[in-house]
């Protein structure tokens, strides 16, 4: 969704026929993108992505059968397992798929998009769904009814979303589109530029700091999406780092290292006033237990257990086994 952010500011200002698709209801389809959406104006152009591009025809017609001045839309569409195969998707699937006018859209939520900010959009359908209105709704807000409830509970996740909400007024779509998880890594060397790396793929945002002072200024900065993983081994770095992510109520706060390095940070934290409560939310040692041995594998487990920490997940990562680190 974010990538179309300039296209849809352009559109509107040239004045286009044009609808923002996004899917209400999904079942099968496998692995799927969940800020996949497409634009659609009524002369055939598209924008974006959805479902690998296999109903963009189907939603294209649609958009044209409404023409100006028409409505929002709600489109049944499926595609069989030989269709879904051409199409590179890993199965067949059915879904309910929104065309909203593209004009009923608030341009704030464009904007927020383009800057990256974590942003949820609420869209209450009316019954039959012929129209839409759209509101924005930021992180942090203070929630004004269920929806805006749900929509925080969605960026709290760190993890695009959308899930539908069904009352008595209609239909209420709920998506949200947290910023993109910052990884704040104390350290430098291999396993770094691996874990970075690793990061991109996800298409999170990492940095590298070296000094605990560095970590602070970074973390404070970018609070709203930061996870740290530390790897420096330093007394001086690590206590610090650790004691400043704890207070900021940093989300996924990671550190490498033997549990002999591990109950030595332990015992700084706490000799630095860290309670009993905020060491527990400290996962050390890092990351999921896969049996990781080279760098590549370390940073997929580390990345794998924040993904799963931002997610709500209870996957069992190193810190809950008593086993030796191999």
Do not use: N
């Not at 040239?14 to 079942?27: C, D, I, N, S």
């Not at 129209?131 to 695009?160: F, I, N």
């Not at 200024?217 to 790897?231: E, F, G, I, N």
């Amino acid at each position: 969704m974010r990538e179309l952010a300039e296209t849809a500011r352009q559109w509107v200002a040239e004045g286009r026929v044009a609808f923002l698709a996004r899917p209400v209801t999904e079942q099968g389809f496998g692995p799927r993108d969940p800020a996949g959406a497409v634009l659609v104006d009524a002369r055939g152009e598209c924008a974006g992505a959805l479902y690998r591009g296999v109903f963009d025809a189907e939603l294209v017609a649609e958009a044209g059968a409404i023409g100006a001045g028409g409505g929002a839309r709600v489109c049944e569409v499926s595609v069989g397992a030989g269709e879904a195969t051409e199409a590179k998707l890993t199965c067949g699937g059915q879904a309910e798929v929104l065309l909203q006018p593209l004009s009923t859209i608030p341009a704030e939520w464009w904007e927020l998009l383009g800057t990256g900010a974590g942003v949820a959009l609420v869209t209450r359908l009316s019954e039959g769904a012929d129209a839409a209105v759209s509101e924005v709704v930021r992180a942090g807000g203070v929630p004004a009814d269920d929806a805006a409830r749900r929509a925080g509970e969605l960026l709290g996740t760190r993890r695009p979303g959308r899930d539908a909400l069904y009352g008595g007024s209609g239909l209420v779509l709920v998506e949200a589109y947290p910023s993109a998880p910052y990884v704040v890594i104390g350290g430098a060397g291999e396993l770094a530029e691996v874990i970075g790396a690793q990061a991109a793929l996800l298409g999170w945002e990492a940095v590298t700091v070296g000094s605990a002072g560095e970590a602070e200024k970074v973390l404070t900065q970018h609070r709203d999406a930061a996870c740290l993983v530390l790897l420096s081994h330093e007394p001086d770095f690590d206590v610090p780092s650790l004691r400043t992510a704890l207070a900021l109520g940093i989300p996924y706060v990671g550190a490498l290292g033997s549990r002999r390095t591990t109950a030595r940070r332990r015992e700084g934290l706490l000799a630095a006033g860290v309670g009993e409560a905020e060491l527990a939310r400290v996962h050390g040692p890092i990351g999921l237990d896969l049996g990781a041995k080279t760098p590549a594998e370390t940073a997929l487990a580390i990345c794998a257990e924040i993904l799963g920490v931002l997610g709500g997940r209870d996957a069992r990562g190193l810190r809950d086994s008593d086993g030796p680190l191999r």
